[in-house]
């Protein structure tokens, strides 16, 4: 059982906005500081409590409806318009830092700009030069890569591919601590028995627990299953408990999705997320499937099937109060298809399917697979790719598509304020809007989407050959996503390549992989891409990282005070069947301990009496009762002349 403090002097008015606004931070302040930094914070916004600090002491209270509007709109806002908090977050490395860091500054403390959790001080980031270098070995072939940025540290990146060693050795995991300078490869362990047949997908919690899903088989490519690692520094991992139940599931399974929920509005923050496209026997018919996880992998929810269609290149994010977003694209016939969204706003009990685009799929040239480059071309798929902002849920998609007239790989990119029940105008990417002539060569193909969830602002990375007028040879690049269809396109790869002649092995077509990726976490963007070795023309991942340089300062005033008002939970989670709250009061007063739910409703009353005014606390023995395990509140509450000056959990 997690337990959170909660002080509330009974029978005081709710404040107005204009007594709320300038106080949020302190909340976090107080409360935010323990390794478990989410609980308190979370209760707030959906409990609708405000901590205010007056003549040194804290006084908690409960919003009308109307001022709890105003809250959400601020700290939807302040983040990304004011300037100054977008510096202090810089110098802050994450987001938790930030919040932590903007309450010192509102309190006038002394600010210590050391990276949050143990990190790296934050000038080493921020002096860093751009890196961009080959993150695999050279002498291997790999393909597919997936890339995440660490959410404590932004300075360690993590990167897995398709590789050839990975049916003996287990998926690579490409790993750097230090913004992409340098690269250190680890293979995550397999079962005996088993090997792993690819399609990484990586993704980290705002805690810097790193997950990495991948495909696995028995030796002889039998009974394949879908599999997460867990890992907490890069280097060493723990399989969890396969996502399907064994053979519960007939015909095969394919391109797995991986998410986890950070956002501190939801409701299932931390739960773990595995999209896949399942295909039945006869590998012509199948479905979308969704599964997802609350214990870190240990164990998964049985698999539900979120549309009856076999849909390609599954996504899955997660949006501001846990909604699950899940794209996939449906193929019509041979030569046309269908892209959608599915939301569910209920935790996966139940999806709405939205409509986002038809498209023409690429020619069919290499053994019947959509290709480009011609009839000796390469396999690749015009499949879409998102994300979605947590602070508002605004999704921000690219789809691909055949521009017949032109003849070439289009992207196209749009955005919904609604989860998708509207979709902005559809505009071209790399085009400023317009639509290409007949005459018109570039192929833009394999998107990847990331936002940056404290900027909002949006990048589209993929596959491009408009640097070459001949339309063979490509690279990755970077475009920052416009609403009015403009882009500034930035050049990623070492060099063009042709993706003809990237090796995919001892006597295999050529072959690309089937995605690129990218993650954006400010102050850092980073995105990785299969690019042919110019000499053995051998696929390798090459790595980016880059790192916003704009100088921030955050100011420094009066020394901290010698003790907080609100002490962090300790133990934390709580073992027994009760606990001892420490409470001092100023005055003599009746006062009863409560505890409540995580929306603040009495679950039981576990001690009534008088605190008798005194300059040390009053331990006062509470019985808990009989409840199921979850986040719980304890409220302390007095009359309306007292003040509690803290509250502590033992």
């Known amino acids: 059982m997690t337990m959170v403090i909660q002080s509330t002097p009974s029978r005081r008015r709710a404040p107005d906005a204009a007594t709320i606004l300038p106080n949020l931070c302190l909340l976090y302040l107080h409360t935010g500081s323990s390794p478990d930094l989410q609980h308190f914070h979370r209760i707030w916004l959906v409990g609708s409590l405000v901590v205010t600090l007056t003549a040194g002491h804290v006084r908690a209270s409960v919003l009308d409806d109307s001022t709890q509007v105003l809250v959400d709109r601020w700290v939807d806002s302040v983040l990304r318009a004011s300037p100054s908090a977008l510096a202090l977050y810089r110098s802050a490395n994450s987001y938790p830092r930030f919040l932590e860091l903007r309450a010192l500054s509102a309190l006038g403390i002394t600010i210590d700009t050391t990276g949050f959790g143990g990190g790296i001080p934050v000038q ?78 990586l993704a980290y919690h705002i805690d810097g627990t790193l997950y990495y899903a991948y495909m696995r088989a028995e030796v002889g490519l039998q009974h394949d299953n879908i599999m997460v690692a867990i890992s907490t520094d890069g280097f060493t991992w723990r399989n969890g408990t396969p996502v399907i139940p064994v053979d519960s599931l007939s015909g095969y399974e394919d391109k797995e999705f991986i998410c986890v929920d950070r956002s501190v509005y939801s409701s299932h923050a931390g739960r773990v997320y595995v999209v896949w496209t399942h295909y039945d026997t006869s590998g012509v018919t199948g479905s979308v499937k969704i599964s997802y996880s609350d214990d870190t992998c240990r164990t998964w929810s049985l698999p539900k099937t979120i549309s009856p269609d076999v849909g390609h290149f599954c996504e899955v994010k997660t949006g501001k109060y846990g909604e699950v977003v899940v794209g996939y694209s449906v193929e019509k016939d041979s030569l046309t298809g269908t892209h959608w969204i599915a939301v569910s706003k209920d935790g996966c009990s139940t999806f709405t399917k939205r409509f986002v685009s038809n498209y023409t799929i690429y020619p069919a040239n290499i053994n019947g697979y959509p290709a480009l480059k011609g009839e000796r071309g390469f396999r690749c798929y015009p499949y879409m790719s998102f994300d979605v902002n947590i602070f508002n849920s605004q999704i921000h998609l690219v789809y691909g598509d055949w521009f017949v007239g032109g003849k070439v790989a289009m992207l196209y990119y749009l955005t919904s304020g609604n989860l998708g029940a509207n979709w902005s105008f559809p505009y071209a990417v790399g085009y400023s809007g317009k639509l290409p002539s007949d005459t018109t060569l570039a ?33 990755a690049y970077r475009v920052e996503l416009d609403h009015d269809g403009s882009s500034h396109a930035r050049e990623l790869s070492v060099q063009d390549f042709d ?34 070795h110019p000499d053995s023309k051998i696929g390798n991942i090459v790595g980016f990282v880059g790192v916003n340089r704009t100088t921030s300062a955050v100011p420094a005033t009066a020394d901290a005070p010698k003790n907080d008002m609100i002490r962090s939970i300790s133990p934390n989670p709580v073992h027994g069947n009760s606990i001892t709250v420490r409470v001092s009061s100023d005055h003599d007063t009746p006062a009863s301990v409560e505890l409540c739910d995580e929306l603040g409703k009495r679950v039981a009353v576990i001690w009534e009496g008088r605190l008798p005014a005194q300059t040390k606390a009053s331990s006062l023995m509470c019985t808990l009762p009989t409840v199921s395990a979850g986040a719980y509140i304890v409220r302390v509450t007095t009359d309306t002349a007292s003040d509690c000056q803290w509250v502590h959990i033992e």
């Open 124 to 201: 080493d980031i921020m002096d860093t030069v751009s890196a961009k270098s080959v993150a695999s070995d050279a002498e291997n072939y790999q393909n597919d890569p997936s890339l995440v940025i660490n959410r404590r540290n932004p300075a360690i990146v993590a990167i897995g591919a398709n590789d050839h060693r990975m049916s003996s050795y287990g998926m690579p995991c490409y790993y750097s601590v230090d913004t992409g300078h340098t690269w250190r490869t680890t293979f995550l362990p397999t079962q005996f028995g088993t090997q792993a047949l690819g399609d990484p997908i």
């Open 443 to 475: 192929d833009r193909f394999c998107p990847w989407v990331s936002v940056s969830q404290l900027t909002g602002e949006a990048y589209a990375t993929y596959y491009s050959s408009e640097g070459d007028t001949a339309n063979r040879r490509a690279a």
């Open 499 to 532: 993706p003809l002649e990237v090796k995919n092995g001892p006597g295999k077509q050529p072959f690309i992989g089937d995605y690129i990726t990218s993650d954006a976490y400010e102050p850092v963007y980073a995105s990785a891409w299969t690019e042919g």
